[in-house]
């Protein structure tokens, strides 16, 4: 009875320490947050969020080799937690390593097919790559998984301005405002630039027509 008793008690300080390490996140009390985690661990070294919270307690740091040692630690002891492998494409992100954040993006999707934001960032990766045709792909997935994310259908918008498909584009970014109208400010003059720049062709268009007649 007073192994059990012991069991119990230990069992019950480490979740206590996690859940002190996650509110001294948010506190922004980030070596406080991991040094919980670490004796967390001294208890149970299996215990999958006391490696999860180190991640983001370093990630908030902006230490993001740590993050992702740590991320990789909670992984290996249990490959489906798709949060951590998300996160550690983040933090590669970051290191502007877009090769293996890639990797940690596919990775998720092959857990979690539905994850969006895994979606949303290998669009955004694909975008900055220039692989446009991809990066409309996976912002088309994202907004069907998300139809309200607004910068969602704003990046793909200016994806397609970048294909110089402009009447797609003002749909999208159109699409975008209706959805965040904070986004207005930033969006309106773009498509009063684009529906400028499809005038002047169609007018192009015509002189030439006129010319070939």
């Known amino acids: ?22 509110i001294e996140i948010k506190k922004r009390e980030y070596d406080i947050a991991i040094e919980d985690c670490k004796r967390s661990m001294d208890l149970d070294t299996n215990l999958v ?10 990630y908030e740091k902006k ?34 390593d877009l090769e293996n954040a890639k990797h940690a993006y596919e990775k998720t999707l092959e857990i979690n097919p539905k994850y969006m934001k895994a979606y949303y960032n290998l669009a955004n990766i694909y975008k900055q790559s220039e ?6 792909e996976y912002y088309i997935k994202t907004t069907e ?33 209706r959805l965040d109208p904070n986004l207005a400010n930033e969006v309106n003059p773009l498509i009063k630039d684009l529906k400028g720049i499809i005038d002047k062709l169609q007018q192009a268009l015509s002189l030439y027509f006129l010319d070939k007649r």
């Open 131 to 136: 692989n446009l045709d991809k990066a409309i």
């Open 49 to 58: 969020e006391a490696y999860v919270c180190t991640g983001i307690a370093y």
């Open 145 to 177: 998984l998300e139809p309200d994310f607004a910068i969602a259908w704003f990046f793909l918008g200016s994806t397609y301005f970048d294909k110089k498909d402009y009447n797609s584009a003002i749909e999208y970014l159109e699409k975008s405002i």
């Open 1 to 22: 009875p007073d192994v059990k008793n012991k069991d119990l008690i230990k069992d019950s300080y480490k979740k206590e320490l996690i859940k002190k390490a996650r």
């Open 63 to 96: 230490n993001y080799q740590m993050a992702i040692d740590s991320y990789r630690e909670a992984v290996e002891l249990d490959n489906s937690h798709v949060e951590s492998l998300h996160s550690i494409g983040l933090a590669y992100e970051h290191l502007n």
